[in-house]
């Protein structure tokens, strides 16, 4: 348990050893940063994948504080049509992962 009465939902794909998480709009104020970490640290961990992909809608509140956010993890900006993001429009399991220009990409190499 991370946090008190908070819930934090990541939906997440994994293709290509690459995990694929979209950002909720709603993310709450507290709880989503630790929740975050324990995720990144099941990545390295248990999963050990080789690459996490984050995927922001343009239209959320305080995108440019999340995307500093996650720089801070160590994720990096990734542009349209960088290979992660090729290889995640073509699988199945994620269909609803589209990336346009309503969406701000961040990528973060595992260790």
């Not at 922001?56 to 160590?74: D, H, N, T």
């Not at 090729?86 to 595992?110: G, P």
């Amino acid at each position: 348990q991370l946090s008190d009465g908070v819930v934090v939902k990541w939906t997440c794909a994994i293709r290509d050893n690459c995990l694929y998480v979209d950002v909720p709009a709603n993310l709450p104020a507290s709880g989503s940063k630790d929740s975050f970490v324990a995720l990144l640290e099941y990545v390295e961990t248990d999963l050990e994948l080789d690459h996490v992909v984050v995927r922001l809608a343009k239209s959320q509140p305080e995108l440019s504080s999340s995307i500093r956010l996650f720089m801070f993890f160590g994720f990096s900006p990734i542009p349209p049509g960088h290979p992660l993001l090729i290889k995640c429009q073509h699988t199945a399991a994620t269909t609803t992962y589209n990336v346009d220009a309503e969406y701000v990409c961040l990528a973060y190499k595992s260790a």
